[in-house]
């Protein structure tokens, strides 16, 4: 952490401000390109002056949080947490369904507890279907193995590091005090700022999306509507010719007919005077 301090004064490393400011601008912008993306990231803090600041800032931007004991394995081994998480759904389920209500009272309470339990630790992740995109630590020491396993799996980490903390592991380094609540509470408000932001701005875009979606269709269905009587106009104007030269036809084959009869009828007019001579 030496390129962060500033100054040692009575054993006391203190950190460099104006490098705190510039990192958390970098983390708030990654952390908002995240959220406008639509993915998830995953707030960790068990320590005991962390727990309730995080809750609360992770609630405010719908985003998961451990607060808890971490459980091993949550992100390297997730299939087996979501299991966990299936079964407090089907608790909640026994319960709705009436079939909570006619087991005995210590089946009652033994599930009870479990449910409890699997609240207290997995309660926060239940929305949580898939792994997240990255991981918002406080306290990169005491989070060893939930950065370990960031690592490993190649999801960015973002964390708040302090003077006894090695940040060779954190994609986003913040260096700044991790034990002070108005310390965290600074830097989260900045961070879930710029996520309420990413998220808005993704509603804005889908909105647009949608609303250019519909006037396209709106248009085509305008272009249809106007194509389709000028498609119907088409063949009535190939008909008309089509009757005139019919008619013509027809006129053409009656001509020599009604030549033919006259002369028909003319001819017994011209024999008569001789059979009144006769």
Known sequence: MAPYIFMERNGIHIIDLHK??????????????????GKKILFVATKKQAKEVVAQKAT????????????????????????AVKKMANIDKLVQ????????????????????KLEKNLGSIADLTRLPSALFVIDVYKEAIA?????RLGIPVFGIVDTNSDPKNVDFVIPANDDATKSLEVILDACCAAIAEGLE???????????????????????????????????EAEAKPRRRASTARKAKQEAPAA?????????PAEQTPAEEAE
């Open 20 to 37: 705190t400011v510039v990192k958390i601008d970098e983390a708030a912008n990654a952390l908002k390109q995240i959220a406008k993306s």
């Open 60 to 83: 405010s931007v719908n985003m998961p949080y451990v607060i808890e004991r971490w459980p091993g394995g949550m992100l390297t081994n997730f299939a087996t947490i979501r299991k």
């Open 97 to 116: 369904d009436g079939t909570f209500a006619n087991l005995s009272k210590r089946e009652i309470l033994q599930i009870t507890r479990q449910r409890a």
């Open 147 to 151: 950065v370990h396993e960031a690592n």
């Open 201 to 235: 701005e993704r509603k804005v875009e889908m909105a647009d999306a949608a609303a250019a979606e519909a006037q396209a269709e709106a248009e085509k269905a305008e272009a249809e509507a106007e194509a389709k009587p000028e498609a119907e106009a088409k063949p």
């Open 259 to 267: 030549e033919e009869a006259p002369a028909a009828e003319e001819a």
